[in-house]
């Protein structure tokens, strides 16, 4: 009996084995034709290695780089308008906005991530109205994801 198992395990274990080279090979099964008494045998074939993927300036340009804080990168940073409510309520902080930039440097797209909740509407107006330098990789323009922060000082 043990015997028995053991050699259904040593059985289980290569077919697992064959179907694992066979998913990891990407080869496929095909069969050979079948005449009169003829026993059936498949046959696993290796599919042509797929071609190498085309480069478009297309595919590159929508490709996003994570840039990390981005204020120093910035041509023009303007500064958030203080929200009267937040300035009537006493509210100051630092708000983080998420933002991506194009492949020009302008933002597409900004949402405050962090932050008082009375002072996120400004810091991603003033997100929106900023410029920044073209990011390249490889000589080609990319899009870049990074944050963008703003103090809100009471002055």
Not at 7 to 27: E, I, M, S
Not at 94 to 106: C, F, P
Request: aromatic share 6%; glycine share 8%.
């Amino acid at each position: 009996m043990i015997l028995y198992g053991l050699r259904l395990l040593v059985a289980l274990l290569t077919f697992a084995v064959g179907v694992a080279a066979a998913w990891l090979l990407d080869f496929k099964s095909t069969s050979a034709p079948a005449g009169d008494g003829a026993t059936t045998v498949a046959v696993l074939v290796a599919d042509e290695p797929p071609p190498p993927p085309r480069r478009s300036c297309s595919l590159e340009r929508s490709r996003v780089v994570e840039g990390g804080i981005l204020n120093g990168k910035a041509i023009s940073k303007p500064q958030p308008v203080y929200p009267p409510a937040a300035r009537a309520a006493r509210v100051s902080g630092t708000v983080a906005v998420a933002v991506i930039l194009d492949e020009s440097g302008t933002v597409e797209n900004a949402a405050a991530v962090s932050g008082p909740e009375l002072l996120r509407g400004a810091a991603v107006e003033a997100a929106r109205a900023a410029r920044f330098s073209p990011t390249r990789l490889s000589g080609e323009p990319v899009k870049v994801s990074g944050f963008i922060t703003y103090n809100f000082v009471l002055q």
